[in-house]
């Protein structure tokens, strides 16, 4: 019996012994294999290859998408007007090109007659404390253009599309408008927003810009509105952008994106970069921001009204300039163009009593 339990006992140190072993080895093999990962890999560029899909669309996304002449060409004709219109990436075809025509309609809206109201802070602070001196500035500024059109949505012809290889559609189309016409039965409600906060404390900044789009399309045949919501933030260097489409949510997703077109467009000799707008996020993002931020200058030079207020005391100065402005404003563009991967927005504004 003792040389069974003697038996038993050895046979159990030896099979715990084993497992230690065995325990030891595994962790000695996820040290290797982290090592390797995390160190030696990145001290040589000995890294995995990427993802093929993935490579595959980098590779894809470093071929422009040519873009066709028709987009920079929206003019008028007689009663007929021509407008553009951009969905966002990242959709089916048929969705895509649903989205650009409601857009497009939208624009007209907008470029026919907005009701455009605009606020600018200019707001400046100083304290001494000591030796020392705190200042800080910020300034602020918000745009609110609306429009309110009815229509007749069958008068409305698209007159040609386009599908980019960023699943985006581009449509252009045709509006025939009469003001007074008892057919204008189905009505458009537009909202463009933008907001501009620059603060400076010392030494310190923090830039914030909004943009927001929003418009309900109410066709008389249907009893359900059509909506569609478009909002991009700026935080310093990081952005954010929603969107969303009828009951869709519209993701964006990161890529290269990139075109060209065949128009044989020059950059200005003394080119103006605050009309200048990238297409790395792509079309509509860089022409509904472009838009905006037309407007929103264009408000300022337009007729405002200049408030100001300021007190001073011996340790502290403060003082705020506050212009206000509201208008019914007609839109045009004075040019529209493309190079180096941006759009050149320059619009032009009348007031319209």
């Known amino acids: 019996m003792k040389c069974l339990t003697i038996t038993i006992l050895a046979f159990l140190a030896i099979n715990t012994t084993l497992f230690a072993q065995e325990n030891t080895s595994k962790l000695i093999d996820e040290d290797k294999k982290k090592f390797e990962e995390n160190v030696f890999n990145e001290e040589f560029d000995e890294k995995e290859d990427v993802d093929s899909v993935e490579l595959e669309r ?46 497009a309609k939208a624009m007209y809206a907008l470029l026919s007659i907005s009701n455009v109201s605009n606020i600018t802070d200019d707001y400046t602070n100083l304290k001494e404390s000591g030796k020392y001196s705190l200042y800080s500035t910020k300034f602020q500024d918000f745009s609110l253009s609306k429009a309110h059109l009815a229509y007749n949505n069958s008068a409305i012809l698209v007159k040609d599309t386009f599908y980019t290889k960023y699943n985006e559609g581009i449509v252009l189309i045709e509006i025939e408008y009469q003001e007074n016409d008892s057919l204008n039965t189905d009505t458009l409600k537009v909202k463009g927003e933008h907001l501009q906060v620059y603060i400076e404390r010392n030494f310190q900044k923090e830039r914030v810009e909004f943009f927001n789009f929003s418009v309900e399309d109410n066709l008389s045949e249907d009893s359900i509105d059509l909506s569609s919501n478009y909002n991009y933030k700026i935080v310093n260097r990081n952005y954010d952008i929603n969107s969303n489409y009828k009951d869709s949510i519209i993701l964006f997703e990161e890529r290269t994106y990139n075109y060209r077109t065949d128009l044989e467009f020059v950059k200005d000799s003394l080119p103006n970069e605050s009309n200048e707008y990238g297409l790395n996020k792509g079309l509509w993002n860089a022409y509904i921001t472009g838009y905006l931020s037309n407007v929103t200058t264009l408000s300022k030079q337009l007729a405002s009204q200049i408030k100001n207020s300021n007190d001073f005391y011996t340790i502290k100065s403060e003082g705020l300039i506050r212009t206000v402005a509201r208008n019914n404003v007609s839109f045009g563009f004075n040019d529209f163009k493309m190079y180096e991967n941006q759009f050149y927005i320059d619009l032009k504004g009348k007031i319209v009593y």
């Open 58 to 103: 980098k590779l894809f996304d470093k071929i422009p998408d040519k873009l066709p002449d028709w987009v920079f060409t929206p003019h008028i004709i007689t009663d007929k007007i021509q407008i553009v219109g951009f969905s966002d990436p990242n959709m089916g075809k048929e969705l895509a090109i649903k989205q650009a025509i409601l857009r």
